[in-house]
C-alpha cells in the first residue's frame, strides 16, 4: 500500500509565506521609506549653524537701534490693503520706503515680502496679493536694514496691530 500524497506546489506552502512575509515586507517598507526620504525636502533643517550663530549678534543688534530709535509702529489692514504708521522718539519716520516679511510657522513657500511706499509724515501704504489668515511671524525693516520690528501676529487683525521693539504686538 504505497500511495504517494500529492504536494503542493511552492507557492501553495503556508511556511514557506511564513517565513518570507516579514523580510518581504521590510524591503518594500524601506524601497518606499527611500523614495519618500529622496523626493521630500527638510525645509526646517538648516546645514550650517555656525553662520546662524554668527548672524545672532547682527539681529540683536538690529532690535537693539529700533529700540534706541524708539520706533513704534501700528498696521491697519483694508480688505487687500494694508496702511502703517510709523513713529520714532523724534516724531514721524521718514523713511523712502519699509519693507515687510511675513514668514509661516511651518511652510516656507507661503513667505511673504511687502514693500511699502511713504505717503508722508510717517504714513506708508502697501498691498497684499492674496489674503492672510492665521499666526505669522512679522519682521518690519528700513530701507538701509540696519533696525528691525519683529514679533508674532493673528492676521488679519479687526482693528490695528500695534508693533514695538523686541517683538510687542498687540492688535
Known amino acids: ?9 511552492w507557492y501553495r506552502q503556508p511556511w514557506f509565506w511564513f517565513l518570507t512575509i516579514a523580510p518581504l515586507s521590510a524591503i ?3 524601497m518606499f521609506m527611500l523614495f519618500v526620504a529622496s523626493n521630500m525636502k527638510d525645509t526646517m533643517v538648516t546645514d550650517d549653524y555656525s553662520k546662524e550663530g554668527r548672524g545672532i549678534n547682527l539681529e540683536i543688534a538690529r532690535d537693539q537701534a529700533a529700540s534706541d530709535m524708539g520706533l513704534n ?3 491697519a489692514f483694508e480688505e487687500r490693503s494694508i496702511l502703517l504708521n ?5 516724531g514721524p519716520a521718514e523713511f523712502p ?3 515687510l516679511n511675513l514668514f509661516h510657522p511651518t ?3 507661503n513667505d511673504r ?5 511713504s505717503d508722508g509724515n510717517g504714513h506708508y501704504t502697501g498691498s497684499l496679493l492674496d489674503d492672510i489668515k492665521g499666526r505669522w511671524y512679522y519682521e518690519l525693516r528700513g530701507p538701509d536694514n540696519q533696525w528691525r520690528l519683529k514679533g508674532e501676529a493673528w492676521l488679519p487683525t479687526d482693528g490695528s496691530l500695534h508693533m514695538g521693539p523686541k517683538g510687542s504686538a498687540q492688535g
Open 97 to 99: 520706503y519699509l519693507i
Open 107 to 109: 511652510l516656507a513657500q
Open 28 to 30: 518594500t517598507f524601506s
Open 86 to 90: 510709523v513713529k520714532t522718539q523724534q
Open 73 to 75: 509702529a501700528d498696521m
Open 1 to 9: 500500500m504505497n500511495q504517494e500524497v500529492p504536494v503542493a506546489p
Open 113 to 117: 515680502t511687502i514693500q511699502f511706499r
